[in-house]
């Protein structure tokens, strides 16, 4: 089963953190990432840039409008996801709690849709 | 064009017996697979080029000796402290055959013992599929991710840990005096994992997957082939043959799902339906009951029904009855609740369904609040159908189902009513 897990945060938080705080968090990171590839779970994954970087669209009547934002006034933003295989939803809620971001913000955990059926 | 299918379809032939060769001679399971598919690549690239060699097993198993030498050779140079592999191993120079030698035909068992070896218990599932599908079917990884709709390296990797994970449990590749039914069991469930993850794919998920289907039909061909006397070996196949032969009637060009009782039953595939029939009608006079032989059973009463009314439900649930005994899955009570339905009406089918709330496996499934809403539109009950549906259509992660289940349940809404069952 593939999911897709939703990182939720909030970029501020984290700027007033010292340089080991900050060193503890990748290390955290970092070890979740090995690990997922090394077992073959991993099937991809994205980072956002920060959202003072992020243009929203709308097309209302034929018009489309741009405008920047929504910036840092949200309390949490989607800041990236991971995509994994795995056998059970349990995996990938275990997976999702060792990701920092749990302890401050949230993962969100969503079941990927596919294309294969059985008729009924 | 046909040059290189046949290339293709003898090369996955040929590949579990020179890695099972391979193996029996030099040990070392996880670089011997290593050097067979280079040694299939090769060969997929250089035979239809510059034609077949007189001895393609000899052909396939000096390449993959050599790339073994050249592997061992720079592992030395490299480290000449480690010398255990080359201890153990006899010198590959002397005994690697010349491509015309002859190489005697190997024992039928070699794929037998390299599919045990490849569902070993320490794997995960997802890793005895991958290694499965690449050491025994001849698959490439680039092949099998594509089937899985996954990365080449998650694929890749999930080989590697496998091989790695074979090595730390010291698994050997050696014929055991017999096999364990627990081990044998392990084999046919990936096969049947091979095959209904070709079989469920829909037009939208391109040919590759569909391979999948008659990799796992060849596969099990060959384990009936070799356990002749196995029924459940017996029973998966013809399970197989009986499922795949609805295939052409079961989506339509554009992927949405037909369900059973309103297939085109004239494009069934017949020979399929006659052969499976026939395995397992003379499987089950002869070996003790399993699973895998009472859902083939079931299939052929559904296939030897011309109409979907002609089904004799009586005989289905009287299987059903026998299956759930043997596994009391919540998936069986599910299947065997319809059976009720079409045989004791659909009031009978919908209490047999209420334990099943409870169940934490099945309590927040769509298959459950389908099997439901089926039943509620046969008792003519469509608003709580119709909210089952919508229900099901929610809960299903399958794109194609969900589709199908909000136009049953839109169907029911706009009061053309279906005719259930």
Known sequence: MKYMLLIYNNPALYQGWSDQERQALFADVGSIMAELQESGELVSDAALADPARTRTVRVRDGVTTTTDGPFAEAKEQFAGYLMIDCETPERAEEIAARWPDARYFAMEVRAVMHSSGTEM | ?421
């Not at chain 2, 320490?122 to 025994?136: C, F, G, M, N, Y």
């Not at chain 2, 196949?237 to 554009?254: I, K, N, V, Y």
């Not at chain 2, 299956?323 to 899955?329: A, F, I, K, Q």
């Open chain 2, 1 to 421: 064009m046909s040059g290189e299918t046949a290339t293709e379809g003898l090369l996955r032939e040929l590949a579990p017996q020179v890695l099972g060769s391979l193996v029996r001679r030099y040990g070392h399971f996880d670089e011997c697979e290593d050097a067979v598919q280079e040694a299939l690549l090769a060969a997929a690239v250089q035979w239809p080029a510059s034609g077949m060699p007189g001895n393609p097993r000899g052909w396939l198993i000096t390449v993959a000796s050599r790339r073994m030498i050249d592997q061992w050779r720079g592992d030395q140079a490299r480290r000449s402290r480690e010398v255990s592999a080359f201890e153990r191993a006899p010198d590959l120079r002397a005994v690697a055959p010349a491509a015309d030698e002859d190489v005697a035909a190997p024992p039928d068992d070699d794929t037998l013992t390299l599919l045990l070896l490849c569902c070993h218990p320490d794997l995960p599932e997802p890793s005895r599929i991958a290694l499965t599908l690449r050491a025994v079917g001849g698959l490439t990884t680039a092949e099998i991710a594509r089937a899985f709709l996954l990365p080449e390296a998650t694929i890749a990797q999930r080989i590697t840990r496998a091989k790695q994970r074979l090595k730390d449990a010291g698994a050997r590749f050696e014929t055991p005096p017999s096999w364990s039914d627990e081990a044998i069991a392990a084999m046919l469930h990936v096969l049947y994992l091979i095959f209904n993850e070709g079989y469920t794919a829909t037009s939208g998920d391109g040919l590759q997957r569909a391979d999948l289907t008659s990799e796992a039909i060849r596969l099990a061909r060959a384990v009936h082939r070799l356990l002749p006397d196995d029924g459940e070996a017996a029973g998966l196949l013809a399970l197989m043959l009986l499922t795949e032969a609805r295939h052409g009637a079961r989506s339509r060009p554009d992927g949405t799902l037909v369900p059973l009782s309103e297939q085109d039953r004239s494009a069934w595939d017949a020979g399929a339906i006659a052969a499976g029939t026939e395995l397992i009608t003379r499987t089950m006079s002869a070996a003790p009951l399993g699973p895998y032989q009472l859902q083939a059973a079931i299939a052929a009463v559904h296939a030897e029904a011309s109409r979907a009314g002609d089904t004799d439900w009586r005989q289905i649930l009287a299987l059903f009855q026998i299956l759930e005994r043997l596994t009391p899955t919540p998936v069986v009570r599910l299947n065997r609740a319809v059976a009720t339905a079409m045989v004791h009406g659909p009031q009978a089918g919908l209490a047999e369904l209420e334990p099943l709330d409870a169940d934490p496996r099945t309590a927040r499934h769509h298959r459950l609040a389908a099997v439901r809403a089926h039943l509620l539109e046969m008792a003519g009950q469509d608003a709580a159908a119709a909210a089952c549906y919508q229900h099901a259509a929610r809960l299903t992660t399958s794109l194609p189902e969900r589709r199908y289940l909000e136009d049953r349940a839109a169907r029911l809404a706009t009061g053309r009513g279906g005719t259930a069952g």
